[in-house]
């Protein structure tokens, strides 16, 4: 069974920046993609960003141009840099990823911007 542990989270001001992270508890193999997602207070999850095994990426329109989908390797697995952040991102963060066939979820980083 493969975790995903995802870290990076915490209080930051608007108009900050964070680095979320993703990492596997094993080396996982045929990686076919990485996604995040995240759930605001109140709301339902929504999709952010994704990147496939041949580095093409996709972002959902509130943060485009503001967040950065990254590839790791086959543990860590990848990244989300988050720039020029609004109250509007405040969440849980998830991070899923299909390899090996399969898909997995993490268990969410919260994010919170305040001032």
């Known amino acids: 069974q493969v975790q995903l542990l995802e870290s990076g989270g915490g209080l930051v001001q608007p108009g900050g920046s964070l680095t979320l992270s993703c990492a596997a508890s094993r080396t996982l193999l045929n990686f076919n993609a990485m996604l995040w997602y995240r759930q605001p207070p109140g709301a339902q999850r929504e999709y952010v960003a994704r990147i496939h095994s041949g580095g093409s990426t996709n972002y959902a329109d509130s943060v485009k141009g503001r967040f950065t989908i990254s590839r790791g390797d086959t543990k860590n697995l990848g990244y989300l840099q988050m720039n020029n952040l609004t109250s509007e991102d405040t969440a849980v963060y998830y991070c899923?990823?299909?390899?090996?066939?399969?898909?997995?979820w993490g268990q969410g980083t919260q994010v919170t911007v305040s001032s």
């Open positions: 899923s990823v299909n390899a090996e066939y399969s898909h997995y």
